[in-house]
């Protein structure tokens, strides 16, 4: 059973644009839902995290949207630049983070010049 | 460094060989984990250590697999037998310390390749 799932698996989208990638999960005792950036040859790194007790978080071109009752959380890239072409994962965890964490499948994002 | 170091970086072994990855976490981070990367199929738990605590070892694959964790800090994952399904990017990950925020920080991740 997959507790976190991921869409769109890949996603092209032009420099300038908006990329969104979206996840789901099934365990509601999740409470800390990070998302981490990977470029080719190198390990994940953390992007940005939410906990559910806000419904958006923004840190510069990168914003969390979180809506508890669908259970349900996105990233989206405002203004995507070819520098953000990398793999995105979500995740979530229990304990505020303490707990591991459950990792989606990951979308591969290309931003086309 | 100040990061999670991993090695080798690269190895490529013949099935039925057994085969060690190394990390090295960051000073001071008390949790460890091991993921598996397969091209298309994401980040797979493989064991996690805390502390002086038993390892959670539910995402080990087969019994061919084991980790362990020497003075609660490098860790050792160990794949024995090694199959071609085995193939993959190894990644191991720290997180603790004063500062705990619940972030992982991967290592650049061991490529093994099982001909």
């Known amino acids: 059973q997959q507790q976190v799932k991921q869409s769109p698996q890949s996603l092209i989208v032009q420099k300038g644009g908006i990329s969104i990638i979206n996840c789901a999960y099934e365990?509601?005792?999740?409470?800390?839902f990070p998302w981490y950036q990977q470029f080719p040859g190198k390990g994940p790194a953390l992007l940005i995290a939410i906990r559910p007790d806000v419904s958006e978080k923004k840190e510069g071109r990168f914003t969390i949207s979180f809506n508890k009752s669908a259970k349900q959380f996105s990233l989206h890239i405002m203004d995507s630049q070819p520098g953000d072409s990398a793999t995105y994962f979500c995740a979530a965890s229990k304990g505020g983070g303490a707990d591991g964490l459950t990792f989606g499948k990951g979308t591969h994002l290309i931003i086309q010049p | 460094g100040a990061g999670v170091s991993q090695s080798p970086s690269n190895k490529v072994t013949e099935k039925g060989k057994d085969v060690e990855l190394r990390c090295d976490p960051i000073?001071?981070?008390?949790?460890l984990y091991w993921y598996r990367q397969s091209l298309g199929q994401g980040l797979e738990f493989l064991i996690y250590?805390?502390?002086?605590?038993?390892?959670?070892k539910s995402g080990l694959p087969s019994d061919r697999f084991s980790a362990e964790r020497t003075g609660g800090s490098v860790s050792t994952l160990t794949i024995q037998r090694t199959q071609q399904e085995d193939s993959a990017v190894y990644l191991c990950?720290?997180?603790?310390?004063?500062?705990?925020?619940?972030?992982?920080?991967f290592g650049e991740g061991s490529r093994l390749t099982v001909l």
């Open positions: 365990n509601t005792a999740f409470d800390y």
């Open positions: 250590f805390q502390g002086n605590s038993a390892p959670d």
């Open positions: 990950a720290s997180r603790g310390g004063r500062t705990n925020t619940g972030e992982l920080f």
């Open positions: 000073s001071g981070h008390t949790a």
